[in-house]
Structures are given as C-alpha cells and as structure tokens.
C-alpha cells in the first residue's frame, strides 16, 4: 500500500479536484506516513478539509510528515482547522506551514498544547508567514520543549530585531 503522497507544485487542481482528493485519502484505512501538498494551490476551504482528514482516525497515529508550504490556507477556517489537527497528531516529525498566510500565533498553540510533537517534531518550518513578538514568543516557549527538533526554519518572517530576544533567550 501506498505509505507516501507527493502533490507537489500541481498548482492546476482546482478546489473540486482537491476536495475530491481528500474525499479519495479518507478511504485509505491506514492513512499515509508523508502528504506532501505544497504549492497545489490549497484554499482554505480545502485547508479545512485536510485539517478534518487529519484528526480522523488513523491519521493523527500515522501521518509523520506535513508539507502544506506555498499554499493559501487562510488565517482563519483554514488555520483553525489545521491546529485541531496539530493537536490531535502524535507520530508527527515534519511540519512545513511555509508562505501559507496562516495565523502563526493559531499554530503555535496547538503546538504547545501537544506534548508529542513536543517529543517528536524534527523539522518545523514557518518561514514566509508573519511572525510577531507574542508569536515568537511562543515559538520560543515551544523550542523550550521541543527535545528532538533539529531544523527551525523561519526565513523571512518579517520579525523585528527585538522580536527575535525571545527566541535568543
């Protein structure tokens, strides 16, 4: 069986496509260990839809990597719908949420809120989304947790110098 999706940059799907998809990996009765959807050109419509698929049995135990980069999932519905879905996972490594207009302070609390990616979580990267000083904030009292993330990657995320002393403490 199929273990791994890469949908990479098939940016040409239309949202009908794209929900029919998520419809279609909800009939698979052991999920996927990687979905890579980025640059398909993800509304947040369909951003809900992932976000439902993945805290439906038995995604949030399976799927270990994440990749939504270079999509538009919205800083509302979409964003919401993907925290729920951080908060369920628990076999979660690899999150990749890059240039995807989604509310960081949302997915950082869901990433507080769950203690296994805390343990888990290897590769996190925000980059091209807004970061504040409350938000990284919260990313620095996660990195605090984070006992096995490796690769940070927060490449232009528009934080001013002193939003990084949180981060640097």
């Known amino acids: ?58 995604w949030p135990s399976r799927l270990q990597r994440l990749t939504l980069s270079h999509n538009n999932v919205g800083r509302e519905d979409g964003t919401v719908a993907l925290a729920a879905a951080l908060r369920c996972s628990v076999a979660l490594q690899e999150l990749d949420v890059t240039h995807t207009q989604a509310d960081m302070g949302m997915i950082l ?36 947790r984070a006992s096995s993330l490796a690769l940070l990657g927060i490449a232009r995320v528009q934080l001013q110098p002193e939003g990084f002393e949180p981060l640097m403490a």
């Open 1 to 58: 069986p199929i273990t791994a999706l890469d949908l990479a940059h098939n940016a040409l799907m239309d949202e009908a496509v794209l929900l029919r998809l998520v419809g279609a990996l909800r009939t698979m009765p052991n999920g996927l260990r990687s979905l890579q959807m980025d640059g398909c050109g993800l509304s947040p419509r369909v951003a809900v839809s992932v976000g439902a698929l993945l805290r439906e049995r038995p």
């Open 109 to 144: 609390e869901a990433l507080l809120a769950n203690e296994a990616l805390a343990r888990n979580l290897r590769r996190l990267n925000l980059g091209t989304n807004k970061l504040s000083r409350a938000t990284a904030a919260q990313l620095a009292d996660f990195l605090a």
